[in-house]
């Protein structure tokens, strides 16, 4: 195989003459074979010069485009790929399994006319698009296998064997676990040490040093020294670093390279490590030794949509994390506070995956692992365990023996998202199992022609794997199925109107609906939640004998099994099992209908959000200003003798001094900050893109504001407050750190007045 650098940097292109050795452009490698076939590994924007080079070559031709993830440094030179535009062209694109997009949409998002004058659907080559799981295809002659990365969106890597020869490309990836050894222990950084195992040329993100990485955990990039450790462990022969940093300079990167050559040679290892510069160009020859080390097919859609997980933690500011994230993925999330409340949630819950805490208020959650599978009859059913930082050896190795992956608190909430998303389709590989099963559809006019028997038998095993009939005996299952209607909707198709008369009851065959319910007098739908394959709508309506309560909408393409209202309550009578499956389902929807209301109404007396929704918020204002760099203020206020006030005066009068405290607040701050009231006499203040003066500026500005908001609503006292701050360039990933620093300046401040 023949190799050649166009783009060795990441994050974004950094032209110029202190990068000229190394190279500028972003992720682009050219592999070709001796067949003459190309393949090319990233798009990002050193794929413009290799498509000059291409077209110089042999004009159109056909081409094989591998695409670790869609992140923009990867993706961002595609429109500039002039073979692309060349009629006869056969180009053929390959990449993982996004969260919500398809790796089309992806491609053609930053081809719109906002921000680039040709559409990629305006191209004119052929285009073919295949999306990959975690496994192995092939390409011709050559075998390519994939494994997923540890970054913040779905990533794999590419292990290609031809020639003789394989070559691993690994880009972008992070450490699993931050050992102190040299051979780390963690199962996914072991899993990774085997698919680059025996490689004779390894091209690897290699982005930080050691000493920048520990400031940069979570942002889904190696350091040097772990990339050199991984490759001596998994015997490679030739190690490239790769994916530069956009801050490093051509002697910094020499530096690097210096340093890990050192670190090589003190083991006596036969590994050549090396920097990856643009226009570098060398064959790869091997000793035959590629092997598949992957036996499933990655051509094979694992859909992961309608899976359900249990997080098992007593922090609710985790769960809020998990939360603004997995329903976006159409995942169904439960949490439980400790480990018997698990035990007792899990056979109704019947979770596909497990997060659970190491410290819970009733013991080790690893002690937990065993039980819960036992208990699910699950032997395989993938666990996360999250450890704390001082979790020491002992964590470790209970983690190591019982949970399928681990990890640290505070957890990065993109990096668990991707874990999880791996392990679902892991398991859901591993089984041979499907969570969508396509049903020919047939309308009423077809219900009583012959159907074809494999075709009801699969249904059949479909219906008697949803917990709500799996009560029901073969027999009446076989009714239930002869009687219904399969229906096919298109999406954005309303099925269940509101208002409308009960009719049919639904199961979710495949695909995905969304429940609405349009506010009265108010063009605005208050979103009640999203369901997916195995459940069930239109329930209430029938139970109710009343008006459907919401409207049901597809997202998209959905088959259900429409039920007669009269049979379903027919069935619920004759079957007490099936009764409380049925009651079972709208528990946990009413459970979960509480919990959104919990977190997200606002304080009943004064109108502000209140301390979850403080939370749940802090981390997506905090993460915006990370990502621009800019400075947070945090405020936090507290009213002083409120229960002396209340005493002397009543509650009438305190929950005015309540009122007027959060009217001032209000009233001294922009509409893009955020006010909580945090607890009782308690009101925290975020101010996003603020400094230490702005900060002074809103404390003076609120103690006016209450000022003459006490006078001109005639409270028969003086309002008194502490007000503490905060500043940060970096704010933390949980607020508890930043609410101690602002509440020490407050008591500062406190004792400074009282001497």
């Known amino acids: 195989m023949h190799v050649r650098f166009w783009g060795t940097r990441g994050s974004i292109p950094t032209p110029g003459h202190r990068t000229s050795i190394y190279g500028g452009n972003t992720s682009c490698v050219e592999i070709r074979t001796h067949d003459r076939t190309t393949l090319i590994l990233d798009a990002g924007t050193g794929i413009r010069m290799l498509g000059e080079d291409l077209l110089m070559r042999h004009g159109p031709s056909r081409i094989h485009l591998l695409i670790g993830h869609t992140h923009w440094d990867h993706i961002q030179g595609f429109p500039f790929f002039r073979p692309a535009f060349v009629p006869g062209t056969e180009l ?30 305006e191209l004119a080559t052929r285009i073919h698009y295949t999306e990959l799981e975690e496994g192995f295809f092939r390409i011709g002659e050559i075998l390519v296998e994939t494994q997923y990365l540890n970054h913040t969106a779905p990533t794999i890597a590419y292990r290609i064997s031809a020639d003789g020869a394989t070559v691993a490309y690994v880009t972008d990836h992070e450490p699993f676990w931050h050992s102190t050894g040299r051979a780390p222990h963690h199962p996914g950084d072991q899993r990774h040490i085997d698919f680059l ?31 050199t450790d991984v490759a001596m462990e998994a015997g490679v022969r030739r190690l490239a670093l790769f994916h530069h940093d956009p801050g490093h300079d051509d002697d910094t990167i020499k530096q690097m390279e210096d340093t890990q050559r050192a ?25 035959g030794r590629g092997k598949t080390m992957v036996h499933v097919s990655a051509l094979e859609r694992r859909p992961t949509s309608g899976r359900r997980i249990m997080f098992v933690t007593p922090h609710q ?29 899990a056979p109704a819950i019947s979770p596909d995956l ?4 190491s410290r819970l208020s009733d013991g080790d959650g690893a002690s937990f692992i065993q039980p819960l599978r036992d208990l699910l009859q699950k032997p395989d059913l993938p666990v996360i365990l999250l450890t704390e930082r001082d979790g020491g050896t002992d964590t470790l190795e209970i983690a190591e023996n019982v949970a399928t992956d681990y990890l640290t608190r505070p957890f990065s909430p993109p990096m668990l998202r991707t874990r999880i998303r791996a392990w679902l389709a892991r398991a859901i590989g591993a089984t041979g199992t499907r969570i969508e099963v396509i049903v020919p559809p047939r309308n009423q006019e077809t219900l009583d022609e012959p159907t074809d028997e494999p075709a009801e038998k699969n249904l059949d095993q479909l219906i008697s794997s949803i ?54 007098d108010s063009s605005v739908e208050m979103f009640l939640g999203e369901l997916g394959p195995g459940q069930i709508f239109g329930e209430l309506g029938v139970l109710r004998e009343r008006p459907r309560s919401a409207s049901v909408v597809a997202l998209d393409r959905a088959y259900c099994l429409g ?18 499956s049925l009651l079972r389902i709208l528990a946990g929807r009413l459970y979960d209908a509480d919990r959104l209301l919990a977190r997200h109404a606002p304080d009943p007396l004064t109108g502000l959000p209140g301390r979850r929704a403080f939370h749940e918020l802090y981390r997506r204002l905090t993460a915006g200003s990370k990502r621009r760099g800019a400075t947070v203020v945090l405020l936090v206020l507290d009213i002083l003798h409120l229960k002396d006030i209340n005493d002397r005066f009543g509650y009438a009068v305190g929950d005015e001094v309540l009122r007027a405290v959060a009217d001032a607040l209000m009233e001294s701050l922009r509409t893009t900050d955020l006010v909580t009231r945090y607890g009782g006499d308690e009101f ?72």
């Not at 040679?265 to 000793?287: H, I, Q, S, W, Y």
């Open 92 to 121: 053929n694109i390959y990449g993982s399994v996004t969260f919500q997009r398809s790796l089309e949409e992806s491609l053609s998002g930053q081809m719109q006319y906002s921000y680039f004058p040709v559409k990629l659907q």
């Open 197 to 227: 195992r025996g490689a004779d040329l390894v091209i690897h993100d290699a982005q930080y040093t050691s000493e920048e990485y520990r400031s940069k955990l979570g942002w889904g990039h190696s350091p040097t020294d772990y990339v």
């Open 263 to 287: 670190r090589v040679n003190t083991t006596g290892f036969p590994l050549d490590v090396f920097a990856a510069a643009e226009n570098m160009e060398f064959d790869v020859r091997g000793k």
């Open 317 to 345: 500011t985790d769960v809020s994390a998990l939360e603004q994230v997995l329903p976006e993925d159409r995942l169904l999330i439960t949490a439980v506070v400790d480990g018997l409340n698990a035990l007792q949630a």
């Open 354 to 357: 497990v997060i659970i805490n």
């Open 467 to 520: 917990p709500l009939f799996a009560p029901l005996s073969p027999e009446k299952r076989s009714q239930l199925i002869s009687r219904s209607i399969q229906e096919e909707f298109p999406a954005d198709h309303t099925i269940i109107h509101q208002g409308h008369p009960m009719g049919m009851v639904y199961v979710i065959l495949s695909g995905h609906v969304r429940v609405f319910e349009p506010v009265a």
């Open 563 to 580: 039920m007669p209202a009269s049979d379903f309550i027919n069935w619920l009578g004759e079957s007490r099992e099936m009764s409380l």
């Open 684 to 755: 925290t203040v975020l101010l996003v893109e603020a400094g230490e003066r702005d900060a002074t500026i809103v404390m003076n500005r609120v103690r006016e504001k209450l000022r003459h908001l006490t006078t001109y609503r005639n409270l028969p006292l003086t309002v008194e407050c502490r007000i503490g701050y905060a500043v940060t360039h970096d704010p933390p990933d949980s607020p508890e750190e930043f609410l101690r620093l602002a509440d020490e300046d407050m008591q500062r401040k406190s004792s400074s007045q009282l001497k």
